[in-house]
């Protein structure tokens, strides 16, 4: 069975970058997904459509075509007072480092990376993680099996079902997400 649209796709990989490996995923316990539901990144799925279980990829995807370039206006200075809890600083959250979920002035969900804490404001950083950074793929389809119709009605691709508390990352208002 080759992978195509709702195919569910498990797959075992390694994720490099810069000659780091970033994320390792084993055959025991592979990455399960529903094909071109947009979970994965498109060229990703590009990349793997019309496998078949047992074919092995080697790919790698330049950051354009994965998190994006690095963008310096995706850095802000924020004031403190958007932090604030009860009209206190909210220290035991935002700490440099610390991913923390906001959201701008249209509802759109995000999460920013705290960079800095000054007198007045707390620099945010709304980059992917990994922008500015090609992504090298290295591993083997494990499975493509059809999609159910519990897979079709109840999940979003992310492998959670509406009985999840899960952090898929998903629009939850999308029509694709049950969350």
Known sequence: MKIEQN?????????ETEGDVIETVTKEKPMQFMYGVGYLLPKFEENIQNMSTGDKFDFTLQAA???????DDAVFDLPKTVFEI??????????IGENIPMQ??????????VEAIGDNSVTMNF?????????HFCGEVVDVRDATPEDLSS????????????DCGCDCNDENCCC
Do not use: I
């Open 104 to 113: 701008d002035n249209q509802g759109n969900r995000m999460y920013g990376t």
């Open 127 to 135: 980059n992917h993680p990994l922008a500015g950074n090609s992504l």
């Open 7 to 15: 195919k569910v796709v498990s797959l075992s990989y390694k994720l």
């Open 65 to 71: 075509d994965a998190y994006g370039e690095w963008d």
């Open 86 to 95: 009860d009209g206190k600083f909210d220290s035991s959250h935002v700490k």
């Open 155 to 166: 999940s979003c691709g992310c492998g959670c079902s509406c009985d999840d508390d899960c």
